[in-house]
């Protein structure tokens, strides 16, 4: 006769409950694996084809113990989503912000009028983004978000802060709008941005992202520095002064978030378009909750 | 005037059929999934991951509780029984579920009887 306890509680490690409640789950799952598998040995040869097929009762560890940790917590549907998207989004911010002051305050103006002004805020914020992985990891390891948001936007945000940093030392055919301020964007980077953007649509959809999820991962570079240059708005009114500061403030709006955003969003398309069975940021196992006709009958 | 069926309705079906089950006696998760597959003919099924979860929010809920004793084979398991608040939920689900079947049956022609 099998351990069940310690089958279990191997496939359970990352159950996140008090200790006295896990063992309780433990306990609990082992008595009911262990009816199965005796009626199932009833029909088996041996022993351990019997031990297989009842462990096959169970598709997904890992999806079962974020189902349980989730009912046996009080009010845990909000922290879930607190824990695993709110928190972290709040410290790239946060993070990204912070460390871009820091940044740009030791840093000369070297590339004014060129796109490449904000190679500090595109070598900061990707360790934001790290630190939201770690975050979305730390409140829960079976975390969905982790590989389908957090880490794919991390592995965009890298791309596109590489791509720019390689693009920066040679030089390239670029596009120059002539404007009352001219502005210079690099070819050779727009053309990597689009590839940046297809990666990132491509590891989440891997994640089995939603759509949405893909298309936030995807474009992540320009709305997180969209967001990042609004929260700097306050301290840049300080620095250039009112109305410079909101004239730089919408070029850059366009320069550095829209065209980049395009850009993104145009290596995204291919990946945009399958549907995933997951339509929320949710994590898959919310659908799975509900329980009705359907998913008894079936 | 019939009653208007709550969108939850589907969530709770799989409520409805722990907790009209446990309203005649108490069993542990491993029987409450075998007597449910038994008195449906296979028709209804819960595995164990679909069971527990469930359970262990009912309880959360208040609607069940679970206590280990020992069954008749002398090994330790989880019963779980209505609780008073449990019971008085069966009475509305049941005719919700009357109601939601009903309606299907007006538009579909699904009779539950």
């Given amino acids: 006769m099998p351990d069940w306890k310690k089958l279990v509680r191997e496939r359970l490690s990352v159950l996140n409950l008090p200790p006295s409640a896990k063992n309780e789950v433990i306990a609990e799952l082992a008595a009911h694996l262990e009816e199965i598998h005796e009626k199932v040995r009833q029909a088996c040869v041996t022993d351990a084809a019997a031990v297989e097929l009842t462990l096959q009762e169970i598709d997904n560890w890992s999806v079962l113990a974020r189902n349980i940790r989730r009912a046996k917590s009080e009010g845990e549907s909000m922290n879930y989503r607190t824990k695993s998207l709110l928190w972290p989004f709040a410290a790239v911010t946060w993070l990204g912000a912070s460390l871009s002051v820091m940044v740009l305050q030791r840093t000369d103006r070297l590339y004014p009028n060129l796109i490449l002004f904000y190679l500090p805020w595109l070598a900061t914020l990707p360790l934001a983004c790290a630190a939201a992985a770690y975050l979305a990891q730390r409140a829960d390891p079976t975390n969905d978000r982790i590989k389908r948001l957090w880490l794919s936007v991390t592995v965009t945000w890298l791309g596109a802060m590489l791509s720019l940093m390689v693009v920066d030392r040679a030089d390239h055919p670029s596009l120059v709008l002539r404007r009352p301020i001219p502005v210079t964007f690099s070819l050779p980077w727009l053309a990597t941005l689009i590839l940046v953007g297809a990666a990132g649509a491509y590891l989440a959809q891997r994640a089995d992202a939603p759509r949405k999820t893909r298309l936030v991962v995807a474009t992540s570079p320009a709305l997180l520095l969209g967001i990042v240059m609004l929260l700097l708005l306050p301290w840049r009114v300080t620095v250039d002064g009112y109305p410079w500061a909101f004239t730089f403030f919408a070029l850059d709006v366009e320069n550095c978030v829209v065209v980049p955003g395009l850009a993104l969003l145009l290596g995204a398309s291919p990946f945009l378009r399958q549907r995933s069975a997951n339509s929320s940021l949710l994590p898959e196992d919310d659908a799975n909750a509900s329980m009705g006709p359907t998913a008894l009958l079936g | ?113």
């Fill in chain 2, 1 to 113: 005037m019939t009653k208007r069926i709550r969108p939850q309705i589907t969530r709770g079906s799989a409520e409805l059929a722990i907790l009209a089950l446990l309203a005649d006696q108490s069993l542990y998760g491993f029987e409450i999934a075998k007597q449910i597959g038994e008195r449906t003919n296979g028709a209804l099924t819960f595995t164990l991951a679909s069971l527990y979860p469930l359970l262990y929010e009912m309880e959360k809920r208040g609607s069940v509780e679970g206590r280990w004793q020992r069954n008749h084979a002398g090994r330790d398991r989880r019963y779980y029984r209505l609780t008073p608040a449990g019971r008085k939920q069966l009475a509305p689900l049941r005719q919700e579920w009357r109601a939601f079947f009903h309606a299907l049956d007006v538009l579909a022609g699904v009779s539950h009887a």
